[in-house]
């Protein structure tokens, strides 16, 4: 089992910046891919539409969903078990809550309960 706890989000105003920290304990060690997903307020959880970032625990190699190129950066302390997501240039079409996870055997297995980001104009 891998348990993820994540923080950071909060109420900022468009063009500001939020660091989200996702904690991961528990047997991590298999999990190659760390990622973040974000579900927008209204809608319903879709996979390939929510992915925002990912990351490799070995490696670091990152990758993004194209609309989060350049504003948002993934990164993570091996030594400390947590993923960052730093988010920049914020836009109210932001305003959703973040999830990260943990994977698998390929799918994104475990995640945590989520973190609120809310964007205001």
């Known amino acids: 089992q891998v348990q993820l706890v994540e923080s950071g989000g909060g109420l900022v105003q468009a063009g500001g910046s939020l660091r989200l920290s996702c904690a991961a304990s528990?047997?991590?060690?298999?999990?190659?891919?760390m990622g973040w997903f974000r579900q927008a307020p209204g809608k319903a959880r879709d996979f390939a539409r929510d992915?925002?970032?990912?990351?490799?625990?070995?490696?670091?190699?990152?990758n993004y969903a194209d609309s989060m190129k350049g504003r948002f950066t993934i990164s993570r302390d091996n030594a400390k078990n947590t993923v960052y997501l730093q988010m920049n240039s914020l836009k109210p079409e932001d305003t959703a809550v973040y999830y990260c996870?943990?994977?698998?055997?390929?799918?994104?297995?475990?995640w945590g309960q989520g973190t609120q980001v809310t964007v205001s104009s």
């Open positions: 996870a943990a994977e698998e055997t390929g799918l994104y297995k475990y």
């Open positions: 992915f925002v970032a990912g990351i490799r625990w070995s490696d670091g190699n990152t």
């Open positions: 528990g047997r991590t060690a298999r999990h190659s891919l």
